[in-house]
């Protein structure tokens, strides 16, 4: 047992994170530039006096240090580590020990492969961090499908279960609830559409008496606001409710059935929702007092979840996609909630996302666009409409680089080729790319409507 506890320790104390963690502050940084390097120096002071930069040796081995802080930190931090072998050097030259020359070679190769090992770290940390961001996003973007992919399965089922008895589909009432959030008046409402929110959940999920409340997070910590909006004669939820501090644990729904509920504290609510978007902010919390018992099953559970988050996602993106929708008519909400998405992953990581847009005439312009609109790629989304008597198709490519761009638009002109034995130009298609990091993509497309209506 002993001999057990000293291995969990040992592993603990030599572990890849305790050696080298992933966020190190600057102290513990510049503490390891300097100490590294120091204890090889101290070493070789300690077991060759007579020649303490080892310039006997076979290998190098005072530069093993600055070698591996510059692969761990860049060039900057690997230099500041040689730094200290040339001021050893001073010291060994003051003190008369061994040759009295400059060690050249010794001081030109190490300084070089720090440079090259620096550069490494250097390259390899950039590419590393904008995979991290692109994988974010697709986290994101994968999250906010599998709830879209969730909704239609429960709209499907909902449909065949009930059709008579509810006008619809739940996908036209998100729709709607999409098209109410951003069409709200803030100045009226704390939460724009949080009553339409509760007439749609009253409606879907039965629920009889409900509120709708503010709540922020800072520091860990939630500030549960004032009520948004309020169905029937719900009861006060409280801070440090049952219900509440599990469903901010857990991310996600709680009620008074699950597993995870415990009899030793009491809540005067049935469930307790957070309203929490696919990046993980939280923007309202949502309060059942009051539903039939009936109702209180996994599938309408599931449907209040989905409910919820969507309406979250849509509340955040709302002052954005109203922005365009207002410059843009005719946008589908969708198009305009990725178009305002990636006009922020441009501002905040720089990330440069492009909009390629084809504008047709003559006379196939009506079968073009159609047969082209069947090889279109997963990851883009397409914005199809009229300009005037002639079809455009806005190609949205969510962080494509500029060669990626110019391939897309090489293999449409291969395409159009290949397909209708001409070329773009005779057939009167124009192609038109717009690059997030040059020009503002929703004045462009604003303009280029504008000229394709007036031409």
């Known amino acids: 047992m002993a001999e057990?506890?000293?291995?969990?320790?040992?592993?603990?104390?030599?572990?890849?994170?305790?050696?080298?963690?992933?966020?190190?502050?600057?102290?513990?940084?510049?503490?390891?530039?300097?100490?590294?390097?120091?204890?090889?120096?101290?070493?070789?002071?300690?077991?060759?006096?007579?020649?303490?930069?080892?310039?006997?040796?076979?290998?190098?081995?005072?530069?093993?240090?600055?070698?591996?802080?510059?692969?761990?930190?860049?060039?900057?931090?690997?230099?500041v580590a040689g730094l200290l072998v040339l001021i050893d050097w001073a010291v060994v030259d003051a003190m008369g020990i061994g040759a009295q020359e400059f060690p050249r070679d010794f001081f030109i190769g190490g300084s070089l492969l720090v440079l090259l090992c620096g550069e490494f770290s250097d390259v390899w940390r950039d590419r590393n961090l904008r995979m991290d961001e692109t994988n974010l996003y697709v986290t994101e973007r994968l999250s906010r499908l599998?709830?879209?992919?969730?909704?239609?399965?429960?709209?499907?089922?909902?449909?065949?279960?009930?059709?008579?008895?509810?006008?619809?589909?739940?996908?036209?009432?998100?729709?709607?609830?999409?098209?109410?959030?951003?069409?709200?008046?803030?100045?009226?409402?704390?939460?724009?559409?949080?009553?339409?929110?509760?007439?749609?959940?009253?409606?879907?999920?039965?629920?009889?008496?409900?509120?709708?409340?503010?709540?922020?997070?800072?520091?860990?910590?939630?500030?549960?606001?004032?009520?948004?909006?309020?169905?029937?004669?719900?009861?006060?939820?409280?801070?440090?409710?049952?219900?509440?501090?599990?469903?901010?644990?857990?991310?996600?729904?709680?009620?008074?059935?699950?597993?995870?509920?415990?009899?030793?504290?009491?809540?005067?609510?049935?469930?307790?929702?957070?309203?929490?978007?696919?990046?993980?902010?939280?923007?309202?919390?949502?309060?059942?007092?009051?539903?039939?018992?009936?109702?209180?099953?996994v599938e309408n559970l599931q449907m209040l979840s989905v409910i919820v988050s969507y309406y979250a996602d849509n509340l955040l993106a709302a002052p954005e996609v109203d922005a365009i929708r207002k410059r843009l008519p005719g946008?589908?909400?969708?198009?305009?909630?990725?178009?305002?998405?990636?006009?922020?992953?441009?501002?905040?990581?720089?990330?440069?996302?492009?909009?390629?847009?084809?504008?047709?005439?003559g006379e196939r312009k009506e079968e073009i666009p159609a047969q082209f609109l069947q090889i279109k790629r997963g990851l883009d989304l397409y914005w199809q409409t009229f300009v005037g008597n002639n079809p455009v198709i806005a190609v949205l490519m969510p962080f494509a680089s500029p060669a990626a761009k110019e391939g897309f638009m090489q293999r449409i002109d291969g395409w159009i080729r290949s397909r209708f034995n001409d070329s773009p130009e005779n057939l009167r298609i124009g192609i038109r790319a717009i690059d997030f990091s040059v020009e503002e993509p929703v004045g462009v497309l604003e303009q280029l409507m504008r000229e394709k209506a007036a031409a």
């Open 146 to 297: 599998t709830k879209r992919h969730l909704l239609l399965n429960l709209s499907h089922d909902r449909l065949e279960q009930e059709m008579l008895a509810r006008p619809g589909s739940l996908r036209d009432a998100l729709a709607r609830l999409r098209d109410l959030v951003i069409g709200s008046n803030k100045q009226t409402e704390m939460l724009p559409g949080s009553r339409s929110l509760l007439q749609l959940l009253a409606q879907y999920v039965n629920i009889e008496s409900a509120a709708i409340y503010l709540a922020s997070e800072s520091g860990g910590r939630l500030a549960l606001g004032e009520v948004a909006a309020s169905l029937g004669d719900p009861q006060p939820l409280k801070p440090g409710d049952e219900l509440l501090d599990l469903a901010l644990e857990k991310r996600g729904l709680a009620h008074i059935s699950g597993d995870e509920a415990s009899l030793q504290r009491s809540s005067n609510q049935l469930l307790v929702a957070p309203l929490v978007a696919s990046d993980d902010t939280l923007v309202g919390v949502l309060a059942v007092t009051k539903l039939p018992f009936f109702s209180l099953n």
């Open 4 to 79: 057990s506890t000293r291995s969990k320790i040992w592993k603990q104390l030599f572990s890849s994170e305790t050696l080298a963690p992933e966020d190190g502050g600057s102290r513990l940084r510049w503490l390891e530039v300097l100490l590294l390097p120091l204890t090889l120096i101290a070493l070789a002071w300690l077991f060759r006096p007579n020649d303490p930069l080892l310039l006997g040796a076979a290998f190098p081995w005072l530069w093993f240090g600055p070698v591996l802080i510059a692969l761990r930190y860049g060039v900057f931090s690997g230099l």
């Open 331 to 361: 946008i589908p909400a969708m198009y305009a909630e990725e178009l305002a998405r990636m006009l922020r992953m441009q501002r905040k990581i720089g990330l440069s996302s492009h909009v390629v847009v084809m504008t047709f005439g």
